[in-house]
């Protein structure tokens, strides 16, 4: 069973494993096109099958649907009368073209689609805007000192940068609490890039997106290459470029999987959050309610350290 976990330095406590609702965008803006559309139905059924199992965290993005993301997310969660502080929410500064300066303008938005809830960690969704770290660092610390939001977390930084932005906050009296960077059993380069290790030796939790490789770690794009057809050209690209040479790793998430009761893809999840202590957590994207339950799932058993340095050893083509 894997326990609620440290959020950074912050006194935020969080599941290991939480939810990604990028896409919850309802056919809004250029990215919405290639998400599905979502019912409200299924929308509370995933929030339902979360709490059920112990998730109490979501991601969500201003870039998802321009706060079409946020906004379902609101409704879902309230719709399930979950309150306030039952519930850890994410969301995401869009930086491209922009000043740090717009994060004053825009947060009031962020605020009013998420509302009643709070934000509990605003992150600058990408190192790419018109403005230095230290001035998109200030920016954020002026917003929690306002109480607009609870904590402060990058996303997409490398080693160095995220270094600064801890340095800068750290200036200003606050922790970088996370960096949410693409991290699966297929996509292991933080391992060996410095992010990793820059984040254990900061106290920066790691938060993985992309976990399940759009659902290439479940077996399922193995078992039958047609689902790939309803994919966008991202995971297809994705799964093009590791359907063969993920065969031996999604054998060994099989087999290690029928020890515990339990499928591949929670295998796949119980590694990433397990592998290197606490440091990183995990947000599998959920467009279905068995999706959200079987995310939950992957908390309850504990891989071996054997069992770990095995997934390890046979995905290390992909380090
Ligand atoms: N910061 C960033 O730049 C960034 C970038 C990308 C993503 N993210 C965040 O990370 C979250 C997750 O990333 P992601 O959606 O790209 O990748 P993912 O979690 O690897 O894949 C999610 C997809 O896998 C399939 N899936 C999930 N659970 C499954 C299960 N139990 N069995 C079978 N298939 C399952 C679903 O596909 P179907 O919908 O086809 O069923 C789902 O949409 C996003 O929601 C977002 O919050 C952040």
């Given amino acids: 069973m894997l326990e609620k976990r440290t959020l950074g330095k912050t006194d935020i406590k969080i599941s290991p494993i939480g939810i990604g609702v990028m896409m919850w965008m309802s056919g809004k803006g250029i990215m919405g096109r290639m998400a599905p559309d979502l019912t409200d139905e299924v929308m509370n059924d995933i929030i ?183 994919k966008n050209l991202f995971y297809r690209m994705v799964a093009k470029r590791n359907l063969e040479e993920s065969i031996p790793l999604v054998e060994t998430l099989t087999e290690i999987s029928k020890a515990y009761e339990v499928l591949p893809g929670q295998v796949a999840l119980n590694w990433l959050v397990s592998y290197s202590g606490d440091t990183v957590i995990t947000i599998p994207g959920a467009t279905k309610a068995y999706q959200a339950k079987e995310a939950a799932g992957a908390m309850t058993f504990s891989l071996s350290k054997a069992e770990l340095d095995e997934i390890a050893e046979v995905a290390e083509r992909f380090l």
Avoid at 88 to 108: G, V
Avoid at 207 to 212: K, Q, V
């Fill in 48 to 230: 339902k099958e979360s709490f059920a199992g112990g998730i109490n965290f979501f991601d969500t993005a201003e870039m998802y649907g321009f706060g079409r993301s946020e906004t379902n997310l609101a409704k879902a969660l309230k719709a399930n009368d979950i309150k306030d502080e039952e519930v850890i929410i994410e969301t995401k500064w869009a930086p491209i073209l922009r000043r740090a300066r717009n994060m004053r303008r825009t947060i009031n938005k962020r605020i009013k689609y998420l509302e009643p809830y709070t934000i509990d960690q605003y992150m600058v969704h990408q190192p790419i805007s018109f403005s230095s770290i230290k001035t998109e660092m200030k920016e954020l610390a002026r917003l929690v000192e306002q109480g607009k939001v609870r904590s402060v977390g990058v996303s997409n930084y490398n080693a160095k940068k995220m270094r600064k932005a801890h340095e800068e906050l750290e200036k200003l009296g606050l922790p970088l609490a996370a960096n949410q960077v693409h991290y699966s059993l297929v996509r292991r380069n933080i391992e060996t890039d410095g992010i990793l290790d820059t984040a254990k030796e900061l106290g920066i939790t790691i938060t993985a997106y992309t976990p399940l490789a759009g659902g290439l770690l479940t077996g399922k794009l193995h078992n039958n290459p047609d689902v790939m057809k309803n």
